[in-house]
C-alpha cells in the first residue's frame, strides 16, 4: 500500500515559538493532503484540506493564520503552528489520498507545547 | 449531513474469543465505510473499506465487516481476538462522488484483549 510519513515524530517546544511538521507520499503522487488533529483519547478532527498549488480550505473554527498550510509538490504538505501555545499540544496527522483509494495516513506528530 | 456513531468506547474480551465493534451511520448519499485501528503512539493503518460493491467486506488480520443498509450499520467482527488486536478502533464514513477528503470520524472503540 501507499506510505505516508511524517517529520518530526514528536516536537517539544517553547511557547511563542512556530512548529514546523513535513508531511510526504513516499511512492504516488497526491494532489490533496489533509491535516486532522488528535486530543487525547478522542477522534480525528479534520483542520484542513491542502491543495498542491493552491490555497488550504479551512474547516470551521481553525485559525488559518495559525495554523499555516503549504502544499508546494505532489509529495509535500507542510504545516506550521504559529506562536504555538500548551493549548496547541495535540497529535497532529496528515493523510494523502489518490484516485484509486481512501486516505494514506502518517503516523503522526505529537506536538508539546511547554 | 453524515454522522457516525460507534456505539460502545471500549469493548473487552478475552484472547481467543469473538470481537464485535459496532457503528451505526447516517449518510444522505451512498456512503464509502471504512474501519481503521490505530495502534497506541501510531498512525492509523486502513482494515478494510466498503464502497458499493459486496457488502460483507474481508479486511486485514482476519477482520471482516458487514454493510447493512436496512440497519444503516456496518459492524467490525473477527472469529477470534489475539493480544495484538489490542486498540483503538475507529469507523469512518465518506460521501461518494464528494471529493475523498471529507471523512467523517466515529469516537473511536478502544479494544482491550485479556489473556
Known amino acids: 500500500g501507499a506510505v505516508v510519513s511524517q517529520h518530526p515524530s514528536r516536537v517539544i517546544c517553547k511557547s511563542g515559538t512556530s512548529v514546523k511538521i513535513e508531511c510526504r507520499s513516499l511512492?504516488?503522487?497526491?494532489?490533496?493532503m489533509f491535516w486532522y488533529r488528535q486530543f487525547p483519547k478522542q477522534s480525528l478532527m479534520l483542520m484542513a484540506t491542502?491543495?498542491?498549488?493552491?490555497?488550504?480550505?479551512?474547516e470551521q473554527g481553525v485559525e488559518k493564520d495559525k495554523f499555516l498550510i503549504n502544499h508546494a509538490s505532489l509529495t509535500l504538505s507542510t504545516l506550521t503552528v504559529t506562536s504555538a501555545h500548551p493549548e496547541d499540544s495535540s497529535f497532529y496527522i496528515c493523510?494523502?489520498?489518490?484516485?484509486?483509494?481512501?486516505?494514506?495516513f502518517g503516523p503522526g506528530t505529537r506536538l508539546l507545547v511547554l | 449531513a453524515q454522522s457516525v456513531t460507534q456505539l460502545d468506547s471500549h469493548v473487552s474480551v478475552s484472547e481467543g474469543t469473538p470481537v464485535l465493534l459496532r457503528c451505526n451511520y447516517s449518510?444522505?448519499?451512498?456512503?464509502?465505510l471504512f474501519w481503521y485501528v490505530q495502534h497506541p503512539n501510531k498512525g492509523l493503518q486502513l482494515l478494510l473499506k466498503?464502497?458499493?460493491?459486496?457488502?460483507l467486506v474481508k479486511g486485514i488480520n482476519g477482520f471482516e465487516a458487514e454493510f447493512k443498509k436496512s440497519e444503516t450499520s456496518f459492524h467490525l467482527t473477527k472469529p477470534s481476538a489475539h493480544m495484538s488486536d489490542a486498540a483503538e478502533y475507529f469507523c469512518?464514513?465518506?460521501?461518494?462522488?464528494?471529493?475523498?477528503?471529507?471523512?467523517?470520524f466515529g469516537k473511536g472503540t478502544k479494544l482491550s484483549v485479556k489473556p
Open positions: 493523510s494523502a489520498g489518490d484516485a484509486r483509494a481512501p486516505q494514506y
Open positions: 511512492d504516488f503522487q497526491a494532489t490533496t
Open positions: 491542502s491543495n498542491e498549488g493552491s490555497k488550504a480550505t479551512y
Open positions: 449518510s444522505s448519499y451512498s456512503p464509502s
Open positions: 466498503y464502497t458499493s460493491a459486496a457488502t
Open positions: 469512518v464514513v465518506s460521501d461518494v462522488g464528494r471529493s475523498q477528503g471529507n471523512l467523517i
